[in-house]
Nanobody, 126 residues
Framework: QVQLVESGGGLVQPGGSLRLSCVAS????????MGWYRQVPGNDRELVAS???????NYADSALGRFTISRDNAKNTMYLQMDSLKPDDSAAYYC????????????????????WGQGTQVTVSS
């Protein structure tokens, strides 16, 4: 069974920093793209940043210059360093893995289009 678990959320003052982590567990063979999304109640989930297996990155305009996404393929872990946080950054942050391949005994593989974590709450407030 594949699972994504986020951590690192919390309450921070405006201008502060947080570092989110996402660990993918299970019989993982490879993950194509990992990404961070966020959602505020009543709004659609939106992409914050994504990173491919060869470390090509993509950022939402709102995250450019303030957030940095990274990943450690050997550990199946992704990070989001968030600096200069603003109240508008408050949301539930979700980890996503696209093109995740798992392996099984006997040489079998299974391709998951997308896997989501349960989310971690980030609140930016004074």
């Amino acid at each position: 069974q594949v699972q994504l678990v986020e951590s690192g959320g919390g309450l921070v003052q405006p201008g502060g920093s947080l570092r989110l982590s996402c660990v993918a567990s299970g019989r993982i063979f490879a993950i194509n793209t990992m990404g961070w999304y966020r959602q505020v109640p009543g709004n659609d989930r939106e992409l914050v940043a994504s990173i491919t297996s060869d470390h090509n990155t993509n950022y939402a305009d709102s995250a450019l210059g303030r957030f940095t996404i990274s990943r450690d393929n050997a550990k199946n872990t992704m990070y989001l360093q968030m600096d200069s946080l603003k109240p508008d950054d408050s949301a539930a942050y979700y980890c996503n893995a696209e093109g995740l391949t798992t392996y099984f005994a006997g040489g079998y593989y299974y391709y998951h289009d997308a896997v989501w974590g349960q989310g971690t709450q980030v609140t930016v407030s004074s």
